[in-house]
Structure formats: C-alpha cells, structure tokens
C-alpha cells in the first residue's frame, strides 16, 4: 500500500543517483514501492534529476509554494534554506503537505499531469524535460492532518523527510491516558 509522502530539498543540478541514494537512505526498512508522492518546493520545477527519479519510479512530482511551506513549522530550521528561499526548510514541510492530500488529487495528478487543487485556478504545470515522463504538479493540501515517520536526513546534496497521514489509528488518545485491562 502507497503510503508515504517523501519530501526533497537538493542542491541545483543534482544527479538522479544521489536523490536515489539519499531517499533509499531515508525509507530504512520501508520499500520504495510504498511511495505515493515525492514533494519539493515549487522553483524545483525544473529540476532534471527530481524529474528523472520521479519518472524512473512512476511517481508524481507535487510541488508548494514558499508560502504553503512556511505555514508548516520546522523543528530545525536551516539558515541555508531561509537565506535562499525565504522559508525555515524544505523537506520536512513538503513531506507533510504532501501526506495531506487526498488520494484522489494525487491520482489526478499522475494520470492528468494536473489537479482539481492547483494553488491557483489558472495554474499551468510545467512541462517536463522530453526525456522525462514526470510531471511536476503545483497542488493545494486537503487532508487536515500528517505526521513525519523520518525527520530531515542529509545524504549528500539532498535533505530528505518522510511523511504519511494521521490517522484514527496512528493519534495517541488526548488525554495519553493508559487503557485499562480487566484482567479477572
């Protein structure tokens, strides 16, 4: 089942090899076959070996604005990243927003190379490189909860985080209170 969202910040021009490496790095035991989305910040649009992964493994490329991403708090946040683009981090955000759309848009996304949820009505997706079949996809959050599994990892030129929706399931009770147990 497709249950992870994985968030990348890279350095420009960074190898298709080296966003493999570091995301294999970062699932540890979880397969890649368990990825629904890679996620990036939205000037990454154009960034050939994000694309290129994202072909290779048939996934969609979900791009946020600087402003998506800045309503999400980083507990560590880079000075790297604030200096360049305005924003506390990249992976870890992105991870979460991703976990938070629904299933649907993300469908809507691999298959139309769009989304009902663009940040903006008008919004085109950029075209990817003619060799790549990826698509990168500006997409708006709809789900209202996502916990990181993988807090940021550095592999190299790339961050990477992991992401997946909260569930009834994964939310500890609110008051963290201990289950009783009739044991009689």
């Given amino acids: 089942m ?26 540890g035991p979880h397969a890649i076959e368990r990825i629904r989305a890679i996620a990036s910040v939205d000037t990454k649009a154009d960034e050939p070996g994000l694309l290129e992964f994202c072909a290779r493994h048939a996934l969609p490329l979900l791009l946020f604005s600087r402003e998506q991403i800045a309503a999400i708090t980083v507990a560590t946040p880079s000075d790297a990243v604030r200096e360049h683009l305005g924003v506390d981090g990249v992976c870890e955000p992105c ?27 008008d919004a085109i997706p950029p075209a990817a490189p003619a060799t790549s079949a990826a698509r990168a996809v500006p997409i708006a959050p709809t789900a209202p909860t996502a916990r990181l599994l993988v807090s940021k990892t550095h592999h190299g030129d790339v961050t990477v985080a992991i992401a ?17 147990q009739d044991l009689r």
């Fill in 2 to 27: 497709k249950t992870l969202s994985v968030g990348i910040g890279c350095r420009r021009n960074t190898s298709p090899a080296q966003i493999e490496a570091a995301v294999r790095a970062a699932l």
């Fill in 95 to 121: 991870a979460l927003l991703a976990a938070s759309c629904e299933p649907a848009a993300l469908v809507a996304a691999t298959v139309r190379g769009a989304c009902a949820a663009h940040t903006a009505p």
């Fill in 164 to 180: 997946t929706a909260a569930t009834a399931a994964s939310v500890e009770p609110p008051d963290h209170a201990p289950h009783r």
